[in-house]
């Protein structure tokens, strides 16, 4: 078969801009491809929502595909293990409550079964901004405004472009990149204890684990917080390659968005 390259830019362009389109109203926008993420997009588009998720990076899995230091293994906890075996990927038990995972098969296969549940994503995509909206006297986050990746690296001076949401995840990891922004252009409030962004606190994987599911919550009306951006916003610890939490809070944050999705309060 004679290839005609027309036509092959053609496909591309259609195929791009229609899942765009499709995407300009959305249940939720993940910021963030790393674990939490992808768990919290797999979750929510397997329930029928309609999700996507936007990556700054070419590549989506955040810091799970290096493992610990580039040694592509990552560990997680018995709680957590349930969360790579239902999208079948191999576990091993190591010792005690320790179990491994080959970083590489949990990364590819998370982010496989996020798309094929329905997770539109895009990557090479920055968020440079929200949309804020005052809904009943109270501000809430109502939509992302996004700019290509390339553009922000270039410090080209080139206008974004805007799409609504109804719930935004924060999963952006240590870098908190959307609530700083909110932060800094807005005289507004987060439900933190100083009502900012805490800051993450050194190595602690024991505490900085529990705290990744328990930290994982609203912020800001629309706005929830997910994985390590999640500690870094409530002043919790950090835990290097041990991933259970990051699986969990993504679980965690995709069921409460679904049960207030299912009975419209928001």
Known sequence: MALNERIITEAILTEYFEKFKECLDLDVAIVGGGPSGLTAAYRLAKD?????????????????????????????????????????????????????????????????????????????????????????????????????????IAGLHVDPLVLHTKFIIEATGHDVEVLKTLVRKNDVRLLTP?????????????????????????VFPGVYVAGMAANASFGSYRMGPIFGGMLLSGEKVAAEIAGLLRSGAY
């Open 194 to 218: 100083s009502g900012g962004i805490e800051g993450e606190q050194s190595m602690w994987a024991e505490v900085a684990e529990t705290n990744t599911v328990k930290n994982t919550r609203e």
């Open 48 to 152: 029928g929502y309609k999700v996507a998720l936007f990556e700054r990076k070419l590549s989506i899995g955040g810091g799970m595909w290096g493992g610990g230091m580039t040694f592509n293994y990552i560990v997680v906890q018995e709680e957590s293990k349930h969360l790579l075996e239902e999208i079948g990927v191999p576990v091993k038990h190591f010792r005690d409550e320790y179990y491994t995972a080959d970083a590489v098969a949990c990364t590819t296969t998370l982010a496989s079964r996020a798309c094929l549940a329905g997770t539109k994503v895009f990557n090479c995509m920055s968020v440079e901004d929200v949309v804020l909206r005052e809904v009943d006297g109270v501000k809430r986050v109502c939509g992302l405004v996004i700019n290509s990746s390339p553009v922000e």
